[in-house]
């Protein structure tokens, strides 16, 4: 029995002793180093956390009262977060800063919050912080310009015409506008017959050569005979896709035989058979293939200011807001349109 037990001045039981203390330490420093690493995780885990989720509107404000952030840092901010198009924390922002801001900003600050409405479509909101900075600083033509556009949204175009007197005194050229507003009155009119519309805005044409596409996209699906008669030659170009889709039954082949653009436009959707080449790529295309092809074109829109892409025709551009600036771009694409009746027909 003696034998499993060893005596402590037995040198065996030292060394034993030894490695029981080695084994200890190696065991708690392996188990202290595991711990620190799950704790350096969840300070990490922690640490990100808060930018998953933009700060709350408690938090904002205590930021912002704090002052521990510079007022353009927080205007920085809420422009990131309105480019990003979180609307709700840039307002936030504006919000906080025009009650514990610079009073120097004000206006800059309202400005910003009134452009941020806009943006988010809050127009009546957007309509009276304008209405505030044009109060106390009349002479504002930005403010004056966001106050048109929201008006125009909200489709009260007498009152948009209106703001157009002060950026008259102002010297800024309010021509296209004037033209553009007209015609929309015109067109939103539901008092109006759609045979008086479209002699109102041949006469709008006439006089100002401008809004070619808005006013003839209307005129060609109104009276399309009327259209072809003051069908300006020279804007085709810019029509392309207006001209594709007109019905074959409503074209004026005595105009388009006199113009060589058309001839081509018309001979490559297949309507007539007056020449075997084009200069623009995709008519030519189009031309050389033979009808079992099932190709047509598609139509995109490019603004010509801000080079911002739209799959619709616009008059206003949504991005920069110029007028008149959207130009045709074409594309070559599957006629599915020419798949789809050819399916349907097998089917009778
Ligand atoms: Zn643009």
Known sequence: MNTFFIEFRDPLFGIIIFFVLIFIITFFSYWLSKFKKREDYRHLDRFLKQFNSPPSQNELKVLITKGELSEKSWLLLAYSYTKNGDFEKSIEIY??????????????????????????????????????????????????????????????????????????????????????????????????????????????????????????????????????????????????DILWHIDKKDLDFDIIMQNSYLKELYSAKGYIDETQKSSVFEFDVLIGLNDSVNATLSFEYICDNCKQISPFAFSRCSICHSIDTSRVELNLVKNYHKDFSEENNSFQ
């Open 95 to 240: 919000n906080e800063l025009l009650k514990v801001g610079n009073k120097a900003n004000y206006r800059d600050t309202l400005f910003l919050l009134g452009k941020t409405y806009f943006k988010a479509g809050f127009l009546e909101r957007s309509k009276q912080i304008f209405l505030e900075i044009l109060k106390s600083n009349p002479r504002t033509p930005q403010a004056l310009n966001y106050l048109l556009l929201v008006y125009e949204k909200m489709k009260d175009y007498d009152s948009a015409l209106e703001v157009l007197e002060p950026l008259d005194e102002l010297k800024k050229d309010i021509r296209t506008d004037s033209v553009y507003l007209n015609s929309m009155l015109l067109l939103n009119d539901t008092n109006l017959s759609s045979e008086i519309k479209v002699n109102e805005l041949l006469k709008i044409y006439k006089t100002s050569n401008q809004l070619a596409y808005l006013i003839f996209e209307y005129v060609f699906r109104i009276n399309p005979k009327l259209a072809w008669k003051n069908f300006d030659v020279s804007k085709a170009e810019l029509l392309v």
